[in-house]
């Protein structure tokens, strides 16, 4: 048995069947092709499968394919735009925020969430919203500081967050 679901992913509206057990990251890897959305551990711990539902960060490798029909997902691949990286994404560049850059979709789009609500976060604030996100490289202190320069960049650009 399949069930048909709409939804409008990066901007561009999908209409598909899945199986009820299909799980989302996997609806979005393997029937999609858009793998920025990492499996790390499967189980809603590592946060590497982070995606926005609606603007809301969710953990995709627990959430059903058929629980995002009739909403609007945010994947990583639809943060750049005409070829220029998001602040987001811009800041992990400029202060080095990844190493091998497994965790790095999850904590981008985990970081969206954050400054879309909080738009001037404290380090505080910031490491509590990363409290989903693993990162087995860095030791964060770059994480936090790529979020705090798109944060600046955000604020002095006056640009919404999605
Ligand atoms: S793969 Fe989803 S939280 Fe780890
Ligand atoms: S950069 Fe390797 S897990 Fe975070």
Same mark, same amino acid.
């Given at each position: 048995?399949? /069930?048909?679901?709409?939804?409008?992913?990066?901007?561009?509206?999908?209409?598909?069947?899945?199986?009820?057990?299909?799980?989302?990251?996997?609806?979005?890897?393997?029937?999609?092709?858009?793998?920025?959305?990492?499996?790390?551990?499967?189980?809603?711990?590592?946060?590497?499968?982070?995606?926005?539902?609606?603007?809301?960060?969710?953990?995709?490798?627990?959430?059903?394919? /058929?629980?995002?029909?009739?909403?609007?997902?945010?994947?990583?691949?639809?943060?750049?735009?005409?070829?220029?990286?998001?602040?987001?994404?811009?800041?992990?560049?400029?202060?080095?925020?990844?190493?091998?850059?497994?965790?790095?979709?999850?904590?981008?789009?985990?970081?969206?969430?954050?400054?879309?609500?909080?738009?001037?976060?404290?380090?505080?604030?910031?490491?509590?919203?990363?409290?989903?996100?693993?990162?087995?490289?860095?030791?964060?202190?770059?994480? /936090?500081?790529?979020?705090?320069?798109?944060?600046?960049?955000?604020?002095?650009?006056?640009?919404? /967050?999605?």
């Amino acid at each position: 048995m399949s /069930v048909k679901i709409s939804v409008t992913i990066n901007g561009k509206k999908y209409t598909s069947q899945v199986e009820p057990r299909q799980l989302l990251v996997y609806y979005l890897r393997e029937a999609l092709s858009l793998t920025g959305a990492h499996v790390g551990c499967d189980t809603s711990s590592c946060g590497a499968c982070t995606v926005l539902i609606d603007g809301n960060a969710v953990k995709s490798c627990t959430t059903l394919a /058929v629980q995002v029909d009739g909403t609007h997902v945010t994947t990583v691949e639809g943060l750049a735009k005409n070829g220029t990286l998001h602040p987001i994404q811009e800041g992990f560049r400029q202060e080095h925020g990844l190493q091998c850059g497994f965790c790095t979709p999850g904590m981008i789009m985990s970081a969206a969430d954050l400054l879309q609500n909080n738009p001037n976060p404290s380090e505080t604030e910031i490491r509590h919203a990363l409290e989903g996100n693993f990162c087995r490289c860095t030791g964060y202190h770059n994480i /936090v500081r790529s979020i705090q320069w798109a944060a600046k960049k955000l604020q002095e650009t006056n640009a919404a /967050v999605l």
